[in-house]
C-alpha cells in the first residue's frame, strides 16, 4: 500500500463503531501505487444517497493508445468502453452485501446498448477520471469500519487494477469498439448528401430480447435484414469498407405489412439510429439523420402558446389556435402540438407510428367527410400536410401504416416488411392507388404556417419546491422538477435516466444563463449546448463530480421544457 492508501486503511478501521456521520472524516484525497482516489462527498447516513468518489490516472501511465482519445469523439467511446470494462468487472466480484441502507456498494452509471457522453467516464489526452457511487458500510447506524477498510482499500483497488490493465485481448476489443463508432459517425455523416434519412446495413439485426430490454434478439432463428435491390445503397466507412443496405430516402416514406412483421421494429431502429450502438448490438450501422423525431399523440399534455393552427383551425368555442394553450390535450391537439414543437427545435424528420396517433389527426376518409362537412370539422389531418411539411420546409416523415390506405396517395416510397425484411412496393402501392381511387377531397386551404420562435419567461422555469431545489429523475419516463413532475413518456428517443437528469440541470441551467425573456426557447438551449460542448456536463454541475449525467439531444430538452406546466411565454410574439 501506498502511504495515503495506508492511512485511509487505519482511519477507517478506527472509525469502527462510530456513529455514521464520523465517515465525513474521510473526505480528501489519497494516492493509490497506479491511481489517485478523491472521496468528494460522504453520506450522512446509511439511508442515504451514496457517497461520490472519483479516481484518476493518465492514459500513458496505463499504456492507453493515444489512437484511442485523439478526438472528442474517440475519447467518449473509450470512456464508454472503460465503463462497460469496470461495471463488468464488479459484477464479476459481486457478493453478498452486508450491513444497512446502501451499505457495501460500488456503482457506476452503467450504460446500455448507446454511446454516449457521460460524466461517469471521461477520457482526455491528460487524464482519465472514472466516477463512482459507494455504499459505505454500516451496522444500523453504526459505522463498519473493517469492511469499509476492505471495500475501498482492497476491493477497490482490485476493481480499478482489473479495468486498467489490457491485454492484447483487450486492446482489440477497444480497437474494434473505436472504428465501429467512427465507422457509424461516418456513415451519418454521408446521409445528406446521398439523399437520405436514414441507412440500414445489411445483416443489421433489429429485433430485440423482449418488450423489456433493448439487448438483441439472440435465438437461433434471428432474422438479418437484407436490403431489396432497388432501394439498396452503397456507402464508405474508413474501417469496414463499403457497406450495403436500405436506404431510406428523404421525403415521406411509409413502412406497410402485416401485424408482427416488423413494421414496428424498424421504424424503432430508425429513431434509436440518432446515437452509435456498441458492437455486437445489431444496429452498429443503422444511422439516422440527428434531427428526426418520434411523433405521438400524448392525451392530457400541456401546451403553451403553440400556434397548431396548420392543423386545428378556431374551436367550435371560438378559441384562437394560434397561440394554443391547454393544461389537459386531446389526442389530436396533443399531436398537432407535438409536431409544431418539434419543427420549432430544428426537427427535420417526424416518425409516426399509427398505432400510437390520434386517428382523426392522421385521417378523414372520404365517407367522414361526406358525413361531417369540413365546415364543421376543425382538424387539418396530417395526411394533407405531410407534402407540405417536406416541400416548403424540408422535413421529411416515415410513417408506419397499418389501415390508412390513403397515404398510399401522398407516399414517394413504399416498404412492405414482411417476416422482419424490408421489400419495396412502392410501384405497387402506386397501381394499387391509381386503380382504386378513394375520392378522398383535400382538405388542407391555407399554407402551413411556420413555427413561431417563442420566448420563454424565465420565472415560470423555477426549480423550486418551496425554498429547496428539487430536480429528480425517475427512470426516462418522468422528472421532477421542483413542484411539478414533467411526463416524458412519450419523449420515447430518450434512451437513459441519466439524460433525464441532465434535462433537470439543463432547465435550470437556462434561468441562469441564457433565459432571459429575450432570447426564443430554441435560441437559449442552442446557446446552452454550444456551451456544453466547449466545456462539458460538468458545466452544469461545477465542482460536484457529479457521475450520474449524460448528454440528451437538444430536441429531448426542448420537449421536457414543453412539457412543464408551470411554462409561460411571452405574449407579445402573437399580437
Given amino acids: 500500500m501506498s502511504e495515503t492508501q495506508e492511512r485511509l486503511f487505519r482511519r477507517l478501521v478506527d472509525l469502527d463503531g462510530h456513529s455514521y456521520p464520523s465517515y465525513r472524516s474521510i473526505t480528501g484525497t489519497y494516492r493509490f501505487p497506479s491511481f489517485t482516489l478523491t472521496i468528494d462527498h460522504v453520506q450522512a447516513d446509511p439511508f442515504a444517497a451514496p457517497s461520490r468518489m472519483h479516481v484518476q490516472l493518465t492514459p500513458q501511465a496505463i499504456d492507453l493508445p493515444s489512437w484511442s482519445y485523439q478526438t472528442k469523439e474517440r475519447g467518449v467511446t473509450t470512456a464508454d468502453w472503460l465503463l462497460r470494462r469496470f461495471a463488468m468487472a464488479l459484477h464479476e466480484h459481486a457478493k453478498k452485501r452486508r450491513g444497512s441502507g446502501k451499505s457495501d456498494l460500488i456503482a457506476v452509471d452503467e450504460p446500455g446498448q448507446e454511446i454516449l457522453p457521460r460524466t461517469a467516464c471521461q477520457v482526455?489526452?491528460?487524464?482519465?477520471?472514472l466516477r463512482l457511487l459507494v455504499g459505505l458500510p454500516a451496522a444500523g447506524r453504526r459505522i463498519l469500519g473493517r469492511e469499509a477498510a476492505e471495500l475501498l482499500c482492497t476491493l477497490l483497488a482490485q476493481l480499478v487494477e482489473q479495468t486498467f490493465s489490457f491485454d492484447e485481448r483487450a486492446l482489440s476489443a477497444l480497437q474494434r469498439q473505436v472504428e465501429t463508432v467512427g465507422d457509424a459517425q461516418a456513415l451519418r455523416t454521408q446521409?445528406?448528401?446521398?439523399?437520405?434519412?436514414?441507412?440500414?446495413?445489411?445483416?443489421?439485426?433489429?429485433?430485440?430480447?423482449?418488450?423489456?430490454?433493448?439487448?438483441?434478439?439472440?435465438?437461433a432463428d434471428a432474422i438479418y435484414t437484407q436490403a431489396p435491390?432497388?432501394?439498396?445503397?452503397?456507402?464508405?466507412?474508413?474501417?469496414?469498407?463499403?457497406?450495403?443496405?436500405?436506404?431510406?430516402?428523404?421525403?415521406?416514406?411509409?413502412?406497410?405489412?402485416?401485424?408482427?412483421?416488423?413494421?414496428?421494429?424498424?421504424?424503432?431502429?430508425?429513431a434509436k439510429g440518432i446515437y452509435d450502438h456498441v458492437p455486437g448490438d445489431g444496429r452498429e450501422y443503422v444511422v439516422t439523420d440527428p434531427r428526426a423525431v418520434v411523433i405521438r399523440a400524448e392525451d392530457g399534455r400541456s401546451l403553451c402558446n403553440v400556434d397548431i393552427s396548420g392543423f386545428i383551425e378556431t374551436l367550435p368555442?371560438?378559441?384562437?389556435?394560434?397561440?394554443?394553450?391547454?393544461?389537459?390535450?386531446?389526442?389530436?391537439?396533443?399531436?398537432?402540438?407535438?409536431?409544431?414543437?418539434?419543427?420549432?427545435?430544428?426537427?427535420?424528420?417526424?416518425?409516426?407510428?399509427?398505432?400510437?396517433?390520434?386517428?382523426?389527426?392522421?385521417?378523414?376518409?372520404?365517407?367522414?367527410?361526406?358525413?361531417?362537412?369540413?365546415?364543421?370539422?376543425?382538424?387539418?389531418?396530417?395526411?394533407?400536410?405531410?407534402?407540405?411539411?417536406?416541400?416548403?420546409?424540408?422535413?421529411?416523415?416515415?410513417?408506419?401504416?397499418?389501415?390508412?390506405?390513403?397515404?398510399?396517395?401522398?407516399?414517394?416510397?413504399?416498404?412492405?416488411?414482411?417476416?422482419?425484411?424490408?421489400?419495396?412496393?412502392?410501384?405497387?402501392?402506386?397501381?394499387?392507388?391509381?386503380?382504386f381511387p378513394t375520392g378522398r377531397q383535400m382538405e388542407a386551404s391555407d399554407p402551413f404556417p411556420r413555427p413561431k420562435e417563442r420566448i420563454p419567461l424565465?420565472?415560470?422555469?423555477?426549480?423550486?419546491?418551496?425554498?429547496?431545489?428539487?430536480?429528480?429523475a425517475h427512470g426516462t419516463d418522468s422528472l421532477q422538477y421542483g413542484?411539478?413532475?414533467?411526463?416524458?413518456?412519450?419523449?420515447?428517443?430518450?434512451?437513459?435516466?441519466s439524460q433525464t437528469r441532465t434535462i433537470g440541470l439543463l432547465l435550470q441551467q437556462l434561468i441562469e444563463?441564457?433565459?432571459?425573456?429575450?432570447?426564443?426557447?430554441?435560441?437559449?438551449?442552442?446557446?446552452?449546448?454550444?456551451?456544453?460542448?466547449?466545456?462539458?456536463?460538468?458545466?452544469?454541475?461545477?465542482?460536484?463530480?457529479?457521475?450520474?449525467?449524460?448528454?440528451?439531444?437538444?430536441?429531448?430538452?426542448?420537449?421536457?421544457?414543453?412539457?412543464?406546466?408551470?411554462?409561460?411565454?411571452?405574449d407579445d410574439r402573437y399580437n
Fill in 483 to 497: 413542484g411539478e413532475t414533467i411526463d416524458l413518456t412519450a419523449v420515447t428517443q430518450l434512451i437513459s435516466p
Fill in 229 to 270: 435491390d432497388s432501394l439498396a445503397v452503397t456507402l464508405t466507412t474508413p474501417h469496414a469498407g463499403s457497406l450495403r443496405g436500405l436506404g431510406i430516402p428523404v421525403g415521406i416514406t411509409l413502412i406497410v405489412g402485416g401485424g408482427y412483421h416488423g413494421k414496428s421494429t424498424l421504424l424503432r431502429a430508425i
Fill in 513 to 570: 444563463r441564457d433565459c432571459n425573456g429575450r432570447q426564443s426557447l430554441r435560441q437559449a438551449l442552442e446557446k446552452l449546448y454550444e456551451a456544453l460542448d466547449e466545456k462539458g456536463l460538468d458545466l452544469l454541475a461545477p465542482g460536484q463530480h457529479h457521475g450520474e449525467l449524460a448528454l440528451p439531444r437538444l430536441l429531448e430538452a426542448g420537449a421536457a421544457l414543453n412539457r412543464l406546466r408551470t411554462l409561460k411565454i411571452q
Fill in 458 to 472: 424565465p420565472a415560470s422555469l423555477e426549480p423550486f419546491r418551496g425554498k429547496k431545489i428539487h430536480i429528480r
Fill in 317 to 435: 368555442s371560438g378559441k384562437s389556435t394560434t397561440a394554443f394553450s391547454t393544461e389537459n390535450a386531446s389526442g389530436s391537439t396533443s399531436q398537432a402540438g407535438n409536431i409544431v414543437e418539434a419543427l420549432e427545435l430544428g426537427a427535420s424528420a417526424l416518425l409516426v407510428d399509427e398505432d400510437t396517433s390520434a386517428t382523426n389527426f392522421m385521417i378523414r376518409d372520404r365517407r367522414m367527410q361526406a358525413l361531417v362537412s369540413k365546415a364543421h370539422e376543425p382538424i387539418t389531418p396530417f395526411i394533407d400536410r405531410v407534402r407540405e411539411l417536406h416541400q416548403r420546409f424540408s422535413v421529411s416523415s416515415v410513417l408506419v401504416i397499418g389501415g390508412a390506405g390513403d397515404y398510399l396517395d401522398v407516399a414517394d416510397t413504399v416498404i412492405r416488411m414482411d417476416t422482419y425484411q424490408p421489400y419495396d412496393t412502392t410501384q405497387e402501392a402506386r397501381l394499387i392507388a391509381h386503380t
Fill in 191 to 219: 446521409l445528406h448528401e446521398a439523399g437520405l434519412l436514414a441507412f440500414i446495413a445489411d445483416r443489421s439485426l433489429l429485433a430485440r430480447e423482449s418488450g423489456v430490454s433493448d439487448k438483441p434478439y439472440s435465438k
Fill in 124 to 129: 482526455s489526452p491528460e487524464q482519465i477520471e
